[in-house]
């Protein structure tokens, strides 16, 4: 009887295991929302604040805190003018380490409010747009958060990067040839706060090379010496959930010392466990930056 309820017991937490990892939770910023004459005056700042409560109820949805939006604008120096460009918006997002940023604008037209939002990858700058128009803007930033969120977890995926292992794998073994000189890899890695027992980033870079044929060899018969570091530390917490950010640099240099390529890459991951997040935030900026410095080495 023991066993059997034992066996139940597993299959439940694998099929939790499986929910929870099936669905992504994207990491979002709600951005000032500029405003287009002194007819909206203060709609801005009340539309956004108004769409970030709205969104912070979806479990699919992690928000980045709107006091570390501010900070980032300022000490950027940019205006609300500025934050609808993609160029400013995906620079607060690769700072704040959000995937998704929501920013636009309000306007009127007579007594007509209109309120129109653009949902933008901070990676790709491609952008679905949303819009509202009525009398309320209360009334109209809960129809337009609902909106959003409801896009979010339908069609986010189509403004995203493709940036699995598998895509990058089959791009790059477009790109290389039968030239692959004997390669050494070592990347120091940490866990802000907390100790890295096994280097997450280095591990990514080895298998990828690994995966295209490189030889991976001792420092002292490399051709090629991959070093850099890498780091990861908590963001944010919201209940159950942890945000994780990343960062690596590394670079790639011949035997007679000649940089071929340097890269730096951020990562950011949610989860429930901070140092599993960590370790894939960090997959995440390695396995990029190794698609950067891979590219590099078959160009020379």
């Known amino acids: 009887m023991f066993g059997k309820i034992f066996a139940s017991v597993l299959t439940l937490m694998f099929l939790a295991s499986f929910s929870l990892n099936s669905q992504e939770t994207f990491t979002v910023a709600v951005l000032p929302f500029s405003e287009k004459d002194k007819s909206v005056e203060g709609y801005g700042s009340a ?14 949805i992690f928000m980045v805190e709107r006091a570390e939006i501010k900070k980032i604008t300022d000490e950027l120096e940019l ?33 007509q409010i209109y309120i129109i939002a653009k949902i933008m990858s901070s990676e790709t700058s491609r952008v679905i747009g ?3 128009e009525g009398s309320s803007v209360p009334l109209l930033a809960k129809e337009l958060g609902t909106n959003i969120s409801a896009t979010i977890k339908t069609d986010a995926t189509r403004i995203m990067p493709d940036n699995s292992e598998k ?17 050494f ?17 280095e591990t990514e870079f080895m298998k ?19 070093t850099g570091e890498a780091f990861s530390e908590l963001a944010s917490r919201r209940g159950n959930l942890v945000c994780v950010r990343s960062r690596i640099e590394v670079k790639a240099v011949s035997a007679s010392g000649k940089i071929i390529s340097v890269a730096r890459e951020n990562g950011v991951n949610v989860g429930m466990a901070e140092q599993i997040a960590g370790k894939a935030a960090l997959q995440e900026a390695a396995l990029k930056a190794a698609a950067s410095i891979i590219s590099d080495l078959v160009k020379n």
Request: no cysteine; aromatic share 2%; net charge positive.
């Open 47 to 60: 539309v956004a604040d108004l769409i970030f409560a709205e969104l912070a109820v979806n479990p699919d």
């Open 79 to 111: 205006g609300a003018s500025g934050l609808a460009s993609p160029d400013s918006a995906a620079k607060i997002g690769k700072i704040a380490g959000a995937k998704i940023l929501i920013t636009g604008n309000v306007f009127k037209v007579k007594d």
């Open 130 to 132: 949303k819009k509202v």
């Open 167 to 183: 895509n990058i794998l089959a791009s790059l073994k477009k790109t290389v040839n039968g030239n692959k000189l004997p390669v």
């Open 185 to 201: 890899v070592s990347i120091s890695e940490r866990h802000i706060s907390a100790e890295t027992v096994d280097p997450a980033a």
């Open 208 to 226: 990828l090379l690994k995966e295209l044929n490189f030889e991976l060899v001792p420092q002292d018969q490399a051709k090629i010496v991959i």
